[in-house]
């Protein structure tokens, strides 16, 4: 049981010390080697808790028993498995548990906390008896996410597309991938029975057991990682020869690598990356792809106009946000959220989009995408973008969500900027 040790000190570190969830299983294991089926049940474990926590920290507050802060955390890992993991017998779980917890002066007793396990079943019992189903606090335990949040998407979308928000965001995030027609078809990578054909064209969805970066096909540039969603808007942008285009991302992303291939490298690309770490590996990318026609450099929002020396016919600004994208990714993304934050990533995306608005040519398109399901971040920012400036029109927009073909939560617009008159 030396895994549930391990998965103690893990679930700690992400939730005392806000430690990520890679960082924190890492430093555990450190302290706790085990064994490779110790190691995955640890992992199991870990992530089955964080994708449960809330109901799982009810289920514990409601108990009536006084946990001290340690044996807490391993409550919550044994609930975890005997909840929905099911990966160890609970009775060989529960007796680990009273052997850990029970000793001699503890404030919780044997017949207590088996008396507290014994009525516990699985996903379908254990919620709250006394909680209408389509309230807030229960929605929030049923799925793992904030009332607050809860709120938001019901106000913006309403129950219904809420209930499906909420839903999609328990399943795992298809394993998308754009081919790279620079070198390759798709017909030729659907030959390997790995690889079956995307919702757009020439994307593909990994189906192998082995991690994708191992797959020649990854290894030799043949496809890269690439949300359908990105795919889609790219096509419908329709780059042509010679046209010049700016992104600046806050977040990393391959859109460089979507327009060199969909613009059959005869797009004029300038990437202004946010730290010098990113731009080294946006320049090894691009060797790597043989992205042609491509200048990479580091910048901050306000020193973008310093590097481009004349405006240019289009810019893509891929903004800092939410990232509600990530949040069937990662198993710990509520537990180091911060709604406060969202004021200061909302300035942030404001004055983001007040520098890129001085590159555009006259008569070329502003592109603002954020990863997440936010107004705020989103439509509202735009609209408000559009009312101080009366030169740009709203061309395109569009909330991407993750129960659509798509299978992503992103928000963008295109807006265009006026001609003046002559």
Known sequence: MEAYIAARLALKEIIVNDVLFSTALKKALMEEPLPPEGESFMRAAVSCELHHHLLLSRLVTDSGLAFSADDRFL?????????????????????FLV??????????????????????????????????????????????????????WKKHYGL?????????????????????????????????????????????????????????????????????????????LHFEPRQ???????????????????????????????????RLDIRKAA?????????????SPTLLITHVSQPVDAVIYIADCSKFDLIRSLPDFFIHFRQSNLDNLIAKQNAGIEECAKLVAPGGRLCYAVNTINNKESHQLIADFLTRHPDYTLENERQYLPFDQFNMALYFAVLRKAVPAV
Request: hydrophobic share 40%; with cysteine.
């Open 160 to 236: 219904p597309v809420t209930l499906k928000i909420l839903s999609a965001n328990t399943r795992p995030v298809i394993p998308a991938c754009r081919v790279n027609t620079l070198e390759i078809t798709r017909d030729e990578i659907l030959k390997d029975p790995d690889f079956v054909a995307g919702p757009i064209e020439d994307t593909v969805i990994y189906r192998g057991q082995g991690p994708l970066k191992k797959k020649s096909q990854y290894l030799e540039c043949k496809v890269f990682q690439q949300r359908f969603g990105i795919t889609h808007i790219i096509d419908s």
């Open 287 to 299: 060797r790597d792809y043989n992205i042609q026609n491509i200048e990479v450099f580091e910048s």
């Open 75 to 95: 409550v919550l890992l044994v609930l975890a498995n005997h909840i929905f993991l099911k990966r160890r017998p609970n009775t060989e779980s529960l007796d």
């Open 99 to 152: 052997q850990e917890i029970c000793i001699p002066g503890a404030a919780v007793d044997e017949t207590s906390l088996r008396g507290f396990f014994a009525p516990l079943g699985d996903a379908t019992t254990v919620m709250p008896k006394n909680l209408a189903p389509d309230s807030d606090v229960y929605l929030s335990l049923k799925f793992n996410t904030p009332e607050w949040l809860i709120r938001m």
């Open 244 to 278: 010049s285009v700016l992104i600046y991302e806050e977040r990393p992303n391959a859109v460089y690598i979507e327009i060199a291939v969909c613009g059959h490298n005869e797009v004029l690309l300038n990437v202004a990356a946010n730290s010098m770490e990113r």
